[in-house]
């Protein structure tokens, strides 16, 4: 009876510790499936934010001094772009609608209605055309002679404040230069102290080197694209301006005869 006992009790044992051991493994295995799916709940968001915290890291190990610059070009360029684009599509109008408006009225009305319609148009255009209109009879050689001037007026308030973007398109790539540079001398004055040409000493130095290059370049791209952008515009009304000043002089002495 005893050895009965004896045997049940060892039986019971191993069976215990097989369900034990089952149940370690399938514990450990769901720990450890959690802690994975933790992980990686825990890099996705991280792969989400990792342009902009990558961006946030390359400015600041560029140094606060040339790349708090550089950012300041960028910041002024796109604000007298945006301002110098809004103006311009504010100043474009349909010049084919206006001339034709203008004869009309001269036809019908004569120069006082055909000035009415200028000054109730906006857009360089139609000021042109109201400055040539104000001085008819004064002859149509002062006619022209006003168009031209008032001509080249418009034109400059077309093109304030373009040398601004110019100038930081040019500066933004030349400050990164210029970092390039410090950064280049600031590797071998390491080089130097140490005495020892370690990779390590000279990393930290070309590196910044090369964020402040990469920086201004991207500033001068972007504001390039807009610059061409404004310059077209103001190609386009200035050649509107030019027909349209032909146009009127054509309407005029129609007019007189």
């Known amino acids: 009876m005893k050895r009965l006992f004896s045997i049940l009790a060892i039986a019971g044992i191993m069976a215990f510790g097989t369900i034990n051991a089952n149940t370690n493994a399938n514990t450990n295995t769901t720990v450890n499936t959690v802690v994975s799916l933790t992980q990686e709940d825990d890099a996705a968001p991280a792969e989400e934010a990792t342009f ?6 390359r400015f600041i190990e560029g140094g606060a001094g040339f790349m708090g610059i550089v950012l300041l070009c960028l910041i002024l360029g796109l604000a007298i772009a945006i301002e110098r684009i809004i103006f311009l599509n504010l100043s474009t109008s349909n010049t084919k609608k206006l001339t034709q408006n203008v004869e009309d009225a001269l036809a019908s009305g004569g120069v006082d209605a055909a000035k009415e319609i ?18 008819v009879d004064e002859g149509l050689e002062q006619v022209e002679k006003a168009v031209v001037s008032y001509g080249g007026v418009q034109m400059g308030q077309l093109e304030k404040n373009v040398s601004w973007i110019a100038l930081f398109i040019s500066l ?3 400050l990164g230069f210029m970092g390039t540079v410090i950064g280049m001398i600031s590797a071998f004055d390491k080089i130097e102290a140490a005495g020892d040409m370690n990779p390590s000493l000279v990393a930290g130095g070309i590196k910044i080197a090369l964020l402040t290059t990469v920086f201004g370049l991207v500033v001068a791209i972007i504001l390039q694209i807009f610059y061409n952008y404004i310059i077209a515009k103001i190609d386009s009304i200035v050649n509107d301006m030019e027909d349209a000043s032909i146009t009127l ?6 007019h007189k005869k």
């Open 52 to 57: 902009h915290q990558e961006l946030k890291k």
């Open 118 to 135: 200028c000054r109730d148009t906006k857009g360089p255009v139609a000021s042109i055309f109201y400055q040539g209109l104000d001085r």
């Open 172 to 174: 933004a790539p030349m």
């Open 249 to 254: 002089m054509d309407l005029l002495i129609r």
